[in-house]
């Protein structure tokens, strides 16, 4: 079989301020025709500068050893000493790509049809309404409905996975034989992203495109890839067809990294554990958080109504019990822990947070409140004030509502937080960019748990973290909640990571409670389609595994 | 738990994180040439505004000495290098007293501006609602009027027009100051919207911090970082403004303040006389200030963006490999610098555009 991009010791450098830094060291790999290579790695392991390079996308700042040979028309050609001119020619012929977020990769002020025709008409002499036909032709082929018509439409009337569609045909009307898939599903939704792992797959199969394709989530990888390379820290540590690599891992990394990724139904020995050791009187206590048909409307513009986030959602969190909320973006879960903290106003119903009744609350009666309420938000990025040191951010809490004088003040309980978080001391000297998203995230935690919570408010705390560090920040968790016995919400998207944590899992879509119920009994035994749909779109680790439960998802769709 | 050495990354000293020397470091190429041409040039400026006393042979509004009167209109000689105007001053002593007036409409106009202008801005973003809309409106109708025309009129209503040194002065430096407000106010409010949606600041609130803790611990010190470069860019306009003042005769009489501006109005009929010194000179000083400053705010601006910023190129695939989270409590040492050597969108801080080492 031929090889359609062969790369030999790649090396790849960046000046950056503070001197070079190494992205690629010495990476080999090979795509044959036809076969899906799929590139896992965490962030920073250079699988995406491996990637930009077989397209000749690097930045200025980049300095290449090595060879990225790519099968063309005219025989092969080492991408990295391509001129300008000619890495134009190849690209959209030979090599396409795939991006991460397809709201950004689609011009919103033209066509989706001449956003297509556009790259037909760079490469070959064909009339506009040529090119129009095969825009069409490429659109049916992807599986957009209707193409005649939706060829003139532009992005912002498809939806997120729709347009992850308009951009995979993008990729494929120029019949280019490799496309660079650049976490293409990160940015959806999982019942979305199942869908696109489906029409990727007919790419291979009926197109008989290679793909690269490249990815953090193992699941995707069970689901699509025929051989796996994994890389670390810029290089790769092992390359093997799929079902080797996840039977028998070889390399250590391998064996941690699939390890740390979380199955569902790993929580619910741990959750029948715990309710075994309440009292039976547990559940007579007072709930902390009640809602009784909430209902949350957005303001709208100009006397338009409102988008309605929450509509008719009931539920209610006792104390020491966490509650897991899930559902896709736009389900509204968000807006619900935000409305628990006091940040989004009520519009209609009741939610009773600690006593108060949120519907029409003043902010100065809740203030006393707030010392009873933890939150933990979802970007470790920007959850803290870049000025502060972590000692002076976890701090906070405790100068604001009057237990210390000053943060210097402070130290001595904040060196306890840090040290219940497993942070050093020595790190509430540093400032927020001097550590990684997991270490943030667990200084988060501190924060949150500064003045003892009954009540700790999780919005996808551990979605922004590779999987190895979310099982750190996960396990650190339920350790803080068996240690402090604060009841928590714990929004997250993704069932697997509910699972874990939670004592009860809720099923939100669009604005309502679909599924209520212990871990066994929502994933267990979904009664809801919606839940059933969302359990069997979970890619699992495992690809013999993951066919059965592509098929039954299939069964599951047609069924529809 | 994380066992794992610490590699130290060096602290740069204080001195070395100054907005102006950071930028001076981090430089290379023709970057590096512009702003050491803008901060010689501005050294020059304000050196001669400090010495003007000891620099120049005569007061700025001496008209005679030990051997009488100077004469009006002289050719460059040995006892006025650069001449005498039409008024009969010392050409070169008007212009080395001008440095001196110039710097102060500067310091004063630009301080008053900054402060209210981000005042108003913190608070106007912050809070919103109506009055945030007339603010936002009024620095629209302002921005509408040209800023000259604008400051005449500040400058008749202050002083009636003319008056003495620090009148003349205050006047020049509160009509610049009316033009200026408006862009702090922008930039400040622009920057508070965004920061306003920051998860620190929401973590803030919902840990019940008040509204002017969380306005002037959290965000102001973030909102800031773009001053730096707006101060200098109104620096220069600013010189150019009080000279426009002073050209059409609203600016400081010339026995109170050497003004440029006012010089220049005055040579208006040498030029065509063949009278070249009255005012070549004090338009080049205009000129070479002016410079000086903008060369400096467009350096900055370029290094603020690390798209548009310079770099060495680096050796063929040298470098160390940073490394990745998976190592347990995650990554501590990037790369050479750090974390923060790795362009991590974290890359400012409160001194000024774009501190990272």
């Known amino acids: 079989m031929t090889n359609v991009v062969s790369i030999e010791n790649l090396g790849v450098s960046f000046a950056t301020d503070a001197g070079a830094v190494k992205a690629v060291d010495d990476v080999t790999l090979s795509v044959a025709a036809g076969e899906v290579l799929a590139i896992?790695?965490?962030?920073?392991?250079?699988?995406?500068?491996?990637?930009?390079?077989?397209?000749?996308?690097?930045?200025?700042?980049?300095?290449?050893?090595?060879?990225?040979?790519?099968?063309?028309?005219?025989?092969?050609?080492?991408?990295?000493?391509?001129?300008?001119?000619?890495?134009?020619?190849?690209?959209?012929?030979?090599?396409?790509?795939?991006?991460?977020?397809?709201?950004?990769?689609?011009?919103?002020?033209?066509?989706?049809?001449?956003?297509i025709a556009?790259?037909?008409?760079?490469?070959?002499?064909?009339?506009?309404?040529?090119?129009?036909?095969?825009?069409?032709?490429?659109?049916?082929?992807?599986?957009?409905?209707?193409?005649?018509?939706?060829?003139?439409?532009?992005?912002?009337?498809?939806?997120?996975?729709?347009?992850?569609?308009?951009?995979?045909?993008?990729?494929?009307?120029?019949?280019?034989?490799?496309?660079?898939?650049?976490?293409?599903?990160?940015?959806?939704?999982?019942?979305?992203?199942?869908?696109?792992?489906?029409?990727?797959?007919?790419?291979?199969?009926?197109?008989?495109?290679?793909?690269?394709?490249?990815?953090?989530?193992?699941?995707?990888?069970?689901?699509?890839?025929?051989?796996?390379a994994v890389m670390y820290q810029g290089e790769v540590v092992e390359q093997a067809d799929a079902h080797t690599l996840f039977s028998s891992p070889q390399a250590d990394y391998t064996k941690a990294l699939l390890a740390a990724v979380p199955h569902v139904g790993q929580g619910t020995v741990h959750a029948a554990a715990r309710a075994e050791g309440r009292t039976a009187?547990?559940?007579?206590?007072?709930?902390?958080?009640?809602?009784?048909?909430?209902?949350?409307?957005?303001?709208?513009?100009?006397?338009?109504?409102?988008?309605?986030?929450?509509?008719?959602?009931?539920?209610?969190?006792?104390?020491?019990?966490?509650?897991?909320?899930?559902?896709?973006?736009?389900?509204?879960?968000?807006?619900?822990?935000?409305?628990?903290?006091?940040?989004?106003?009520?519009?209609?119903?009741?939610?009773?947070?600690?006593?108060?009744?949120?519907?029409?609350?003043?902010?100065?009666?809740?203030?006393?409140?707030?010392?009873?309420?933890?939150?933990?938000?979802?970007?470790?990025?920007?959850?803290?004030?870049?000025?502060?040191?972590?000692?002076?951010?976890?701090?906070?809490?405790?100068?604001?509502h009057g237990r210390a004088a000053s943060p210097a003040d402070a130290r001595a309980r904040v060196d306890e937080l840090l040290e219940a978080v497993q942070l050093p001391r020595a790190y509430g000297d540093r400032y927020p960019h001097e550590l990684s998203g997991g270490q943030r995230q667990r200084a988060s935690l501190a924060r949150a748990l500064a003045l003892e919570p009954s009540l700790l408010v999780a919005d996808e705390p551990t979605s922004a973290l590779d999987v190895s560090v979310q099982a750190r920040v996960l396990d650190l968790f339920a350790e803080l909640q068996r240690e402090f016995g604060f009841a928590a919400l714990f929004i997250s998207h993704d069932l697997a990571v509910v699972d874990i944590l939670a004592d009860r899992i809720a099923v939100l879509y669009h604005g309502r409670l679909v599924e209520e119920g212990t871990g066994a009994e929502v994933l267990g035994a979904p009664q809801d389609p919606y839940t059933q749909r969302l359990l069997a779109s979970l890619p699992v680790p495992d690809p013999a595994e993951q066919a059965r439960r592509r098929d039954a998802l299939h069964r599951l769709r047609t069924a529809d | 738990?994380?066992?794992?050495?610490?590699?130290?990354?060096?602290?740069?000293?204080?001195?070395?994180?100054?907005?102006?020397?950071?930028?001076?470091?981090?430089?290379?190429?023709?970057?590096?040439?512009?702003?050491?041409?803008?901060?010689?040039?501005?050294?020059?400026?304000?050196?001669?505004?400090?010495?003007?006393?000891?620099?120049?042979?005569?007061?700025?509004?001496?008209?005679?000495?030990?051997?009488?009167?100077?004469?009006?209109?002289?050719?460059?000689s040995a006892a006025h290098p650069l001449g005498t105007t039409v008024g009969g001053y010392d050409?070169?002593?008007?212009?080395?007293?001008?440095?001196?007036?110039?710097?102060?409409?500067?310091?004063?106009?630009?301080?008053?501006?900054?402060?209210?202008?981000?005042?108003?801005?913190?608070?106007?973003?912050?809070?919103?609602?109506?009055?945030?809309?007339?603010?936002v409106v009024v620095c629209d109708a302002i921005y509408a009027f040209p800023s000259l025309l604008l400051a005449i009129v500040m400058s008749i209503v202050i002083s009636g027009g003319k008056s003495d040194l620090a009148g003349g002065i205050l006047a020049a430096a509160i009509s610049i100051t009316v033009v200026y407000i408006p862009q702090y106010f922008r930039v400040i409010r622009a920057e508070t919207v965004r920061i306003k949606a920051e998860a620190y600041v929401e973590s803030a609130k919902v840990l019940g911090a008040s509204s002017p803790r969380i306005m002037f611990r959290h965000v102001l010190r973030n909102a800031t970082r773009t001053l730096p470069l707006i101060v200098t860019l109104n620096s220069s306009e600013a010189i150019l403004t009080l000279a426009g003042l002073g050209f059409i005769g609203f600016g400081i009489e010339p026995s109170s303040a050497a003004e440029w501006g006012y010089d220049l109005n005055k040579s208006i009929s040498d030029v065509t006389s063949g009278i070249w010194w009255t005012a070549l000179f004090p338009g080049v000083a205009i000129v070479l200030a002016v410079l000086g400053i903008t060369l400096v705010g467009e350096s900055l601006n370029d290094l603020a963006d690390p798209r548009l910023r310079g770099r060495r190129a680096v050796a063929k695939a040298s470098g160390e490999v940073a490394e990745t989270s998976v190592v347990p409590g995650g990554t501590l040492d990037g790369g050479p610098g750090g974390i923060r050597g790795l362009e991590d969108g974290e890359s400012f801080d409160e001194h000024g555009i774009e501190v990272r080492s």
């Not at chain 1, 092969?76 to 090599?95: C, F, H, P, Q, W």
């Open chain 1, 281 to 400: 009187d547990w559940s007579a206590n007072a709930p902390v958080v009640v809602a009784r048909d909430l209902r949350i409307q957005y303001p709208g513009r100009f006397g338009r109504p409102g988008f309605v986030a929450v509509d008719g959602v009931s539920f209610e969190i006792r104390a020491g019990e966490v509650l897991g909320l899930v559902g896709e973006s736009g389900s509204g879960k968000t807006t619900i822990g935000r409305a628990i903290a006091g940040l989004t106003p009520v519009t209609g119903g009741s939610l009773e947070v600690l006593g108060h009744e949120m519907l029409g609350i003043r902010e100065r009666s809740f203030k006393p409140t707030r010392s009873q309420i933890g939150f933990v938000f979802q970007d470790p990025a920007s959850s803290f004030n870049p000025l502060l040191t972590i000692a002076d951010c976890v701090a906070e809490p405790l100068v604001i």
């Open chain 1, 118 to 228: 556009e790259g037909l008409r760079a490469h070959t002499k064909i009339s506009r309404s040529a090119a129009k036909k095969r825009a069409i032709d490429v659109l049916r082929r992807v599986g957009i409905p209707d193409p005649e018509k939706r060829v003139d439409y532009y992005p912002h009337q498809f939806s997120g996975g729709q347009k992850q569609r308009v951009v995979i045909a993008m990729a494929l009307v120029l019949d280019a034989k490799l496309i660079v898939a650049d976490e293409p599903t990160t940015a959806l939704d999982v019942t979305v992203q199942a869908e696109i792992l489906d029409l990727l797959r007919r790419c291979r199969d009926e197109f008989g495109a290679a793909i690269v394709l490249i990815t953090h989530n193992m699941g995707v990888v069970a689901d699509l890839a025929d051989r796996v």
């Open chain 2, 1 to 76: 738990m994380t066992t794992a050495t610490l590699r130290p990354v060096a602290k740069p000293s204080l001195w070395q994180r100054l907005p102006v020397v950071h930028q001076l470091r981090q430089s290379v190429g023709v970057q590096r040439g512009m702003l050491v041409a803008g901060l010689v040039l501005m050294a020059i400026f304000i050196l001669t505004a400090v010495f003007a006393p000891l620099l120049a042979p005569f007061r700025f509004n001496q008209l005679r000495d030990a051997s009488g009167t100077f004469g009006s209109q002289q050719p460059p």
């Open chain 1, 40 to 115: 896992v790695g965490e962030s920073g392991s250079g699988k995406t500068v491996t990637a930009k390079t077989i397209l000749g996308l690097l930045p200025e700042t980049a300095t290449t050893s090595g060879a990225v040979l790519l099968s063309t028309a005219d025989g092969e050609r080492n991408v990295i000493t391509l001129s300008k001119r000619d890495l134009r020619a190849v690209r959209g012929t030979d090599v396409a790509m795939v991006f991460q977020e397809p709201s950004t990769a689609l011009n919103p002020v033209f066509t989706v049809g001449w956003q």
């Open chain 2, 91 to 135: 050409v070169l002593s008007r212009v080395i007293w001008g440095a001196q007036t110039a710097i102060l409409v500067i310091v004063v106009a630009v301080l008053l501006s900054i402060f209210i202008g981000v005042l108003l801005g913190l608070v106007s973003g912050y809070f919103g609602g109506w009055p945030d809309r007339v603010l």
